[in-house]
Structures are given as structure tokens and as C-alpha cells.
């Protein structure tokens, strides 16, 4: 059983355009952290976030804590061909509880 | 500078057989994890290393599964009588302390990973 449910499982969309994903919980976490995945490689940490309501931008990537600290939220503006990766959004307890991750292909 | 490294890359084994995964983690980083990644869920944590602590066995998935860090570093992951279940991406983390709280959040570094496959 997921403690964090991610939505969508896939998305493909094209080159320019926006999307967001989405990681839910019935728990509450101390800290929530998002991660990127690329084939044959190891999760790479993008953000923590860790206040209720917290939003963090990191350049087209904006992220967004939800109030009761049981959602995220990553938003990803004019996407391009190099955000392509498995987005993964992990709870922090003592310990992380990883998301089963959204698989983002943005087209050229 | 060095990340963390695993090896092999790749194992391919027969049902019933012992295998072992190493973790070499960054250099100086005293908190070592492993996860496991099978296809279509997310990393599940089975095992947490911090200095000369005991371990943190609470996700280790049966008897079969068993981990040692010697000398505070490298880190060996062994599974014995593999079942086909076993296959998947066994990934590796190192952190500097491994304490976390509200303001200080370790980054955990991870490794490629190795993928196992039991036949």
C-alpha cells in the first residue's frame, strides 16, 4: 500500500506546454521532497519543502506544499524535451515513503 | 567528486541462489540506505545505517534479506535464496549524518542502482 499517491502515472505532452503532477496523502508529513529519475540512474533531489502552504520555484519547476502538509503539488511551465524523467515525490516521517511516480515525456 | 557507486550494474540469477550487492557511499557521509525499486512502485525503504548505530531493519522484506556496513563505510546487501519477486532495482543513498529535523534536511545522494533479475 502507497502512503503517497501520485496522478498522473504517465504524461506525454509536447514541447512548450504546461504541466503538473500531483502527490496525495491521507498522512502528514514533516517535510515532502521531489525527486527526478532518469533511466539507469539514481533519483536526484529537485526540492524540500517543509512548511504547510510553501511554494518553491526553481527556475520552470514550481513546487507547492498544501496547507495540512499531506499534498504537493510540481508545476512545470513552457516543458521541454530535458524534463523528460520519472518524477517522484517522497514523505518524510523519520523516514521516506516514496510515491510509485509520474512518468513525464515531453515530445520535441 | 565521487558519488555514491554500485556494483554490479546488472545481475541476472537463477532461482534459489545467493547474491550479493555492494554500495560504496560518498566519501565522509555516515548514513547509508537501501531501497528497492520494482516496476511500477515507488523506492521501498529496507534498511538504514547511521555511524555506529544498530541498523534500521524495519523494511527489510523477509528473513532471506540481510545488509552489513563494515568499517563504517562500504555497504553489502545480500539476498539469499532468491525468489523471482526479489527482482527489481536495488538502490543505494549515503547522506553526511542521516539526522533530520524541521530545518536541517539531509540529502540523500543515490547511487545508479542494481538491477537484479531472478530467473
Known amino acids: 500500500t502507497q502512503l503517497l499517491e501520485q496522478s498522473p502515472q504517465f504524461l506525454s505532452i509536447q514541447e512548450g506546454e504546461n504541466l503538473t503532477v500531483y502527490c496525495n496523502s491521507s498522512?502528514?508529513?514533516?517535510?515532502l521532497q521531489w525527486y527526478r529519475q532518469e533511466p539507469g540512474e539514481g533519483p536526484v533531489l529537485l526540492v524540500t519543502?517543509?512548511?504547510?502552504?510553501e511554494v518553491k520555484k526553481l527556475k520552470r519547476l514550481t513546487f507547492q506544499f498544501g496547507d495540512a502538509r499531506k499534498d504537493s503539488s510540481l508545476h512545470i511551465t513552457a516543458a521541454q524535451p530535458g524534463d523528460t524523467g520519472l518524477y517522484l515525490c517522497?514523505?518524510?516521517?523519520?523516514?521516506?515513503?516514496f510515491g510509485a511516480g509520474t512518468t513525464v515525456t515531453v515530445r520535441a | 567528486g565521487a558519488g555514491v557507486s554500485q556494483s554490479p550494474s546488472n545481475k541476472v540469477t537463477e532461482k534459489g541462489k545467493d547474491v550479493e550487492l555492494r554500495c560504496d557511499p560518498i566519501?565522509?557521509?555516515?548514513?547509508l540506505y537501501w531501497y528497492r525499486q520494482s516496476l511500477g512502485q515507488g523506492l521501498e525503504f529496507l534498511i538504514y545505517?547511521?555511524?555506529?548505530?544498530?541498523?534500521?531493519k524495519s523494511g527489510l522484506p523477509s528473513d532471506r534479506f540481510s545488509a552489513e556496513r563494515t568499517g563504517g563505510s562500504v555497504s553489502t546487501l545480500t539476498i539469499q535464496r532468491t525468489q523471482q519477486e526479489d527482482s527489481a532495482v536495488y538502490l543505494c543513498?549515503?547522506?553526511?549524518?542521516?539526522?533530520?529535523?524541521?530545518?536541517?534536511?539531509?540529502?540523500?545522494?543515490f547511487g545508479p542502482g542494481t538491477r537484479l533479475l531472478v530467473l
Open positions: 543513498a549515503s547522506s553526511s549524518t542521516g539526522r533530520q529535523g524541521i530545518s536541517t534536511r539531509e540529502t540523500q545522494y
Open positions: 498522512s502528514v508529513f514533516s517535510s
Open positions: 519543502v517543509v512548511t504547510g502552504g
Open positions: 517522497a514523505g518524510e516521517d523519520y523516514k521516506l515513503s
Open positions: 566519501s565522509g557521509h555516515t548514513a
Open positions: 545505517f547511521q555511524g555506529n548505530s544498530a541498523p534500521d
